[in-house]
Each structure stands twice: as structure tokens, then as C-alpha cells.
């Protein structure tokens, strides 16, 4: 449904609807007619007559019978009843027993048609009633889909249930068709006024199907519509940067670099490049698995806005990443004149200013830090291109917070998080997408294990044996909160641990509780092999690249998510050495013991990826709202990929038609859309 007259009639109007029941319904979030109609049921009670041979032990159903036995009533006392009798149910003698309803009792005659619905125990023969039914006085429910919706409070399902259908008997000629003619016919869908009639109450399962992928549809659309009408015009503004760096010297920076690029980083920079030399924005998404070598992606876009005579600057979650980062570009970097600077919240004031004016007065060509560089005092000369990577991490506000500080500077946005395709054209409708599938040549695929604590001696003898090889070691212990006192006791006792048990090499601690200098030393010392096993937190999840390192021990592993796993994971196989993954965990719960499964089976990014999409459902899969995941009401994105590529591509579609913006036939959409604050602009920060 769209802005319509019915969003301006208030619930009261609705017959039944009164001033204190109008309160509660605000509770809901519901206000007009429009917000009642869309309050659509969560699921359906199942009130059609099945046949009694069908019904497993343990199922509820509907089914027919007649009443065989004079009813018997037991009462408990505090109001507690159970009344039963006996029933013909097609072939057998059933048990059907009533908690607490005595009243039914007068009402069970011997002889009497019945419809029973109720939790059937095949083994005693009996249906625990929740509703039931007589024939001989009309059967509401029987035979029908009931819906079944969110409630609370004062309102009570069958209220609810009766409210909305007077709402659809009063206001339902007034639905309006939101979708054009063009595209309902095209998908075939049924008209907006059915669907959210039918969504309440369908006649069957096909009804309520057919109802759902209408309002789904009409859903992702809309959304669509909103993203790419809002490309459509900012594409044209051509008020961005055009970056102008030579093709030359691209090449001789990329020839100079220590190893060969792969097919799909030489295919990402490719479009990375493309879209930073057009005067419009860039808005790119550059996803790729944990090692598939994005960094240098983001060196290369850097490198071509300098050469453009611009600054670039790249943001980062953690300071052990922006430190790593900015070692990186400096290696790459300098060698070619370019100055790297590095600003993080651990700064001494001094060193702050210092980067700060460099960054105004031009000095410094490219910033690499955490959230502090999106403070207040932080200006630029001129900045070209803003690439956040692992952005998931970020707020979509840091991230529009940073752009705002170049004239429209052009956006990459790197993850490691791989999204499926379908899941980031939603979340980034905005955005085009780069994806790096191909990893480096002569990686072999991480080996991972699942053991029991028990096992913990075969851990420490798999340890002694990379280091002995020259590798190194990581052993991660759960941190949930970063002011957690007993999981940063956890990682001090398991450190102490792991001294004990290996009195000749060079064990380290890492966790977020020490100062950043400590975190640096630890960090450093590692990277340059000076240490054998990082004893860490979570503070190296993502991003950190020891390509030295082999062996990832990860302890109680059933406390961390899915992708938490694979970005811990992917912190080793990262050079040409064979690397393994080991899970210790005695997990519980069965989708502990699930995820341990779905890590020894795959280490594909993707697939696990949609394995936790599968597991944890897709809103929890973003995190936060942060993430700028819309909150649709019908559409599932889990279930309806395919329904939202159809989608985008008749949105796109029809942007791009001059007469879109003109036909009256759009006036609907277009109203909408200017609604939404689609022509102010910003809309999608
Ligand atoms: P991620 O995509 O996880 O950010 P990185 O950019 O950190 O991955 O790269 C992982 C490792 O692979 C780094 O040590 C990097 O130097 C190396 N690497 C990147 N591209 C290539 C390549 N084409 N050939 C060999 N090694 C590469
Ligand atoms: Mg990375």
C-alpha cells in the first residue's frame, strides 16, 4: 500500500474502535486505517478438517466427529477444570479433553456433531481440545485459515482478528493499486486491494501464497524504486571528483608491486578505475574472502587519487588494523612520494595536531585510521576517495560523516563479510558491486578441526610442530564485552598456560585492555616473526594479515558466530604454507555444534556465509539496524532472492524512462518517492 486517503483516516473511525482501545493500538505502532490494514498476521491457524489417519502423534488439526459419551467434568479447585468425553472420529473412539472450560459442558450431547481442534497423542487416543466447533450452529473457523497476529496488553487475538476484518468490510474498496499495470501483469501478481484481504484471510494456502508474493514484491519494489531513483538523479549531478591519473603510472606502480595480481583484483581495479575518472560519484562495494588480497586493491584506487592530485583516506575498525594498514601503504607507498599518515583515538595531542594540519595543508597524501578520523577538527586539502574497509563495523553515519569532508569524494567500501549478491543489492541498493572470488595463486585451503577439550594435549603437540617448521602459532580465547574482567582473565590464564607448556619459545599476549603501545609492541613483534604464539582476543578478528602464521587455535569456539569464525580463520593461509584451523568446543546447544559442523565442512566465505544466513536469519546477520537494513514487513530476504533481483531490475528500469518522471500513470510512485524526501537528497546517509 502507498500514501494514501487511508493513511490520513485515524483507527477510531473504525467501527468497534474505541478511544481507550485507539490508545492501546498506538502501542502498536498503529495509527490510521492504512497501519491497520498492513498489520498483517505473523502466521495462520489451521482450521481445515483433516483426516484423522494423516495426523502424526503430536500434531495439531481439525477434524470432524460426533459426541459418544456423556461428558465428564473433574475440577482442581483456583478455577482448574478438565472436562472430557468420548467421540466417533471417522473410524476410532477418541478421548477429546477440555482444560478449564467447564461451561462446554451442557453443551457435549451424546449424539451431537462436533469439530474438534486439538493436539492429537496417538498413543492414548486422545485430542487435547483448543477449539471446537458445532455444525448444528454454524462454523465460523472450520474449514478456514485463522490468521494470527502480534498482540499484547488489552488487545486480545480475537479482537484483533474481529477489528480488522470490519476495517477491511468498511475501508477495503479504498486500497489503492500502488505497482503499474505494465509489471502486476508482467509477474502475474494479483491486484494490491486482494492481496491485503486475502493476506488476512485466505480462502487457502494458495490465496495466502499468491497474497505474499504480491505484498512482497510490492515491497522490495517500493524500496528499489527509492534507491534507484535516488541514484537515478545523483548519477546525472556529475558534481563528484574525476580523478585523472594516467594509465602509465598506474601500470608501473602495479608492475613494481612484489607479486603478480590476480585475474579478479586486475578486474576490480578495472572498475574501480572506470568509476573514479567519471565527474559522478563513486559508490562501490568491493566484497571478497578473508586473504583475497583487497588490501592492495584499496593501495591501488589510493595511489590514483594522489596521482590525481588529490588525498585519499582509509578507515579502519580497530587501531591494530589502522597500524598494519599504514605500515602497508608506507611500504608500497613511499617508495612512489607518497606520504602516509596515521590517526587514531591513542595519539599523543601533539602527534594529533601535527597529522591534522599535514592533512589541511596537503603535506600528507593519504590517512589511515580508526573513527577518530571522522572528529570535528579533522579538514582536508582536498579529498578524492574515502575507502572504509571491513565496513560493516561501521555505522552508516561514520560512514557518510567522513565523505562529508571532500566535495563529494568517490566511495569504496571493502568487506571481508562476504554477503551474498542478493543480500547486498538490498542493503547497498545504492551501490554497484565488486566481487574478488579468486584468491591468490598457491594458497591451499585452510585444514580445520573440531576437537573436545580433552584433547587439548594433541592441540599443544600441533603447535609445537608448526613452530617447529618455522610457522607460527594463534590461540584466541572468547572475548564477548571488551570490559569484560573475567574474559580478559581468561586470556591472562590461558597466556600463563601456554608459557607453561612451552617454557623455550616466545609466547604473547594480546587483548583490548592494554594500552596501545603494548597492543602495537605484541603485534609488531609478531609480524616480524619475534614471537611464536599470539595468545589473543578478538582484537584480531579482522584484517590482520601475518602471512607467516599457520596454525589458528581457537578455544571455546561454540561462543562465537559463524563469520566470526571465518574472519578468525582467515588470519592464517595467507602466504603459500598449508594452514589449519582448530575448533576446541564441547558445544551444547545444536546449532553450536552445527556451526563447528559447517566450519570443518567448508572454507568458502560465500557458503558460510549463507550457512549463517540460514542458521541466524537475515536480520541478525547485519548486527545492528545500524547497517541500514530496511525492516520489511512481508518480504523475507532469506526466501525472496530471487523476488528482489526482479525487483531491482524493474526499478532501475523504470528510472531510467524519461516518461516515468512525467506519465500521470506514475503520479502515484512519484508522489511517494517526493514523500520519502527523495529530491532533498542525502536520503540514503
Ligand atoms: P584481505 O582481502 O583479507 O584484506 P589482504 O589484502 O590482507 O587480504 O591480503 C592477504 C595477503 O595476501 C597479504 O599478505 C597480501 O600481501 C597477499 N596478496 C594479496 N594479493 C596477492 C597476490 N595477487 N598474490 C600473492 N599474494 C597476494
Ligand atoms: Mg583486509
Redesign the pocket.
Known sequence: MTTTALHDIAVRQIKGVSAPKQQELHAFGIVSVADLLEYFPFRYEDYRLRSLAEVKDGEKATVQGKIMSAPSLQRYGRGKSRLSCRAAVEHLLVTAVWFNRPFLQEQLMPGREITLTGKWDQHRRQLTVSDSEFPDKGTAKTGTLQPVYSVGGAITQAWMRKTIKQALDQYGAMIPEVLPHALTEKHKLIPGREAVMRMHLPDDVKAGQEARRRMAYEELFLFQLKLQAFRALTRDKMDGVAHTADNESIRSFVAGL?????GD?KKVINEIMYDMRQPSCMNRLLQ?????????VAAVALYAAVKSGHQGALMVPTEILAEQHARTLERLLEPHGVQIGLLTGSLTDRKRRDVIAGLQMGLIDIVVGTHALIQEDVFFRSLGLVVT?EQHRFGVNQRSILRRKGMNPDVLT?T?TPIPRTLAITAFGDMDVST?RER???RKPIKTYWVKHDAMDRVLGFIRREVGEGRQAYVITPLIEESDKLDVQNAIDLHVQMQQAFPDLRVALLHGRLSASEKEAAMRSFAAGETHVLVATTVIEV?V?V?NATLMVIMDAERFGLSQLHQLR?RVG??GYQSYCVLVADPKSETGQERMAVMTETDDGFEVARRDLELRGPGDFFGTKQSGLPDFKVADMAADFALLETARDDAAELVTRPDFWQLPEYAGLRLRLEREGIFQGDLLD
Do not use: S
Request: glycine share 22%; no cysteine; charged share 20%.
Open positions: 612484489p607479486f603478480e595480481l590476480t583484483q571478497g574472502d578473508v586473504g583475497a588480497g583487497k588490501t592492495v574497509d571493502m571481508a574478488i591468490p595463486q598457491g584484517g594479515d602471512p582467515g595467507r602466504a
